[in-house]
């Protein structure tokens, strides 16, 4: 039997482009997504405030997991039959991440003090002025340090995206693992795979935090 | 015909109430085209409120107003319309801080009047100069003092050339020397004819530049008069609240 080498190290990196893609895949599409439910959730429309929570609630109460089986499984009974796992996977981290996006955001939307509004709102701009032109600029500054940070989050929850087939970089570690059975260097090298691609995003995170608050308000 | 003409500001029998907290009862004034109207009273006496249900920042429970033609107290009232003739300043500037001064003054009149980049950038230097700030035009609200930053409000506020501007206790975050250079702008501007309403502090302010004082004690019009009217009160709430004003 073959030991861990690097033909698996290889193997590993090119399962870890396709976390990164994943990721991506599931920040742009939990970010468009969550952007629409965050403006939904501080609507002046009773109704549609009342929808955006219920979304946000039902999504945040779902484990990832089932969230994932739910839209692989969900799909093929819907009559689409075999779907391209990078597309369950895409499409359920989507949802997840725009669960979780669009509650932070919310919260720098409110966060941006109510006398703004009431400034922008006697110069006679309309609600969508006073939003675009006003509140999102003031509230991006607050957003951008817990977004980056967010996701870390997305990239590590990707791993789940095995559940459907989708070879990511802990499924590579499985499949690794099953031909040569050395289970922890195999998770030690997919663990480092991880650190290295978090690290330097909890490390952005943490600067742009810091160089948001200090300069202007 | 001046006595027919109808007044730009014109509240009857006002009532607003938070919750239990009764703040208007039943509070009539008027200000006439030109006039200078001063709002004074101590703290809780509703002033500031009744100046934020003049521009429908709130709504009232009962009675009328009228500004400009417009119905306040009507359901209806269309608030976009109301503010392109209402300005107002408010105490803490609420000047919007990623914005510069000039993009500060040149949103409303790009956004609500369409006017074109040039056209704004134009205005803003023309209200600029009006309060003494054309050369902060490229400067952020943060890297102003207070009293720039307050006139800054008011020029901003000035460039949607409003028929009624409202002051809310504009000098009180200000010290002695930032408040005299706003209230220079204030003059200036009530000078030249502008229908001006403000809640203020500034006795001796009120005294020389309003047209009218309207003494506002327990959500109530206890006196009005005019600038006069503070060297002479007639009600001993209003004698008290002088005596310790000064």
């Known amino acids: 039997m073959q030991s861990f080498g690097l033909i698996h190290v290889e193997f590993l990196a090119w399962a ?24 939904a959730r501080v609507s002046g429309s009773l109704a549609v405030r009342a929808a955006a929570i219920v979304y946000i609630q039902v999504v ?29 996977a895409g499409a359920g981290l989507t949802v997840y991440s725009s669960g979780f996006l669009a509650e932070i955001w919310r919260g720098c939307i409110q966060s941006v003090p109510k006398t703004q509004w009431e400034a922008a709102e006697c110069l006679a701009l309309t609600r969508w002025q006073r939003m675009t032109r006003v509140i999102l600029p003031q509230a991006l500054r607050m957003a951008t340090a817990p977004t980056v940070g967010f996701l870390v989050q997305i990239v590590k929850n990707t791993s789940l995206a095995s559940v459907v087939g989708f070879v990511e970089l802990s499924q590579a570690g499985k499949l690794i693992n099953n031909s040569i059975f050395e289970p922890f260097t195999i998770f030690v090298t997919v663990a480092l795979f991880y650190f290295a691609l978090c690290f330097p995003l909890s490390t952005w995170s943490r600067s742009l935090e810091r160089k948001l608050n200090v300069s202007r308000r | 015909m001046s ?20 703040v208007l009862d039943g ?3 008027d200000v006439g085209v030109g006039e200078v109207a001063a709002i004074i009273g101590q703290s809780g006496s509703g002033k500031s409120t009744a100046l934020r249900c003049i521009n429908a920042l709130e709504t009232i429970q009962q009675g009328t107003i009228h500004v400009c033609g417009h ?11 109301l503010r392109r003739d209402v300005g107002i300043v408010f105490q803490s500037y609420n000047l919007f801080p990623h914005l510069t001064v000039e993009q500060n003054i040149m949103l409303a009149p790009t956004c609500v009047k369409a006017l074109s980049k040039a056209e704004a950038r134009d205005l803003a230097r023309e209200v ?7 050369a902060k035009a490229d400067q952020y609200p943060e890297q102003l003092s207070g009293g720039q930053q307050q006139r800054v409000a008011i020029a901003r506020s000035l460039a949607m050339r409003p028929k009624l501007m409202l002051f809310d206790e504009v000098t009180s975050a200000l010290d002695p020397q930032l408040t005299g250079e706003v209230l220079k702008v204030m003059e200036t501007l009530a000078r030249e004819g502008m229908t001006m309403i403000l809640v203020t502090h500034e006795m001796a302010f009120a005294r020389k530049v309003a ?9 109530r019009v206890w006196e009005t008069g ?18 310790n004003g000064l």
């Open chain 1, 16 to 39: 870890a482009l396709w976390t990164v893609g994943l990721s991506l895949i599931a920040f742009v599409g939990g970010g468009l997504l969550g952007f629409v439910v965050a403006l």
């Open chain 1, 60 to 88: 945040q109460g779902t484990p990832l997991l089932i969230l994932l089986f739910l839209i692989y499984f969900g799909v093929a009974v819907a009559g689409f039959s075999g779907v391209p796992a990078i597309l369950a």
């Open chain 2, 3 to 22: 006595s027919t003409l109808s007044p730009v500001v014109s509240l009857s029998n006002v009532h607003k109430s938070f919750g239990a907290l009764k």
């Open chain 2, 27 to 29: 509070v009539s004034f």
């Open chain 2, 71 to 81: 119905a306040i107290h009507d359901p209806a009232l269309d608030r976009r319309t």
């Open chain 2, 128 to 134: 600029l100069s009006h309060v003494g700030l054309e």
């Open chain 2, 211 to 219: 047209s009218k004082v309207v003494y506002m004690h327990q959500g």
């Open chain 2, 226 to 243: 005019t600038g006069a009217m503070l060297d002479d009160p007639q009600t001993p709430e209003l004698r008290a609240f002088i005596g």
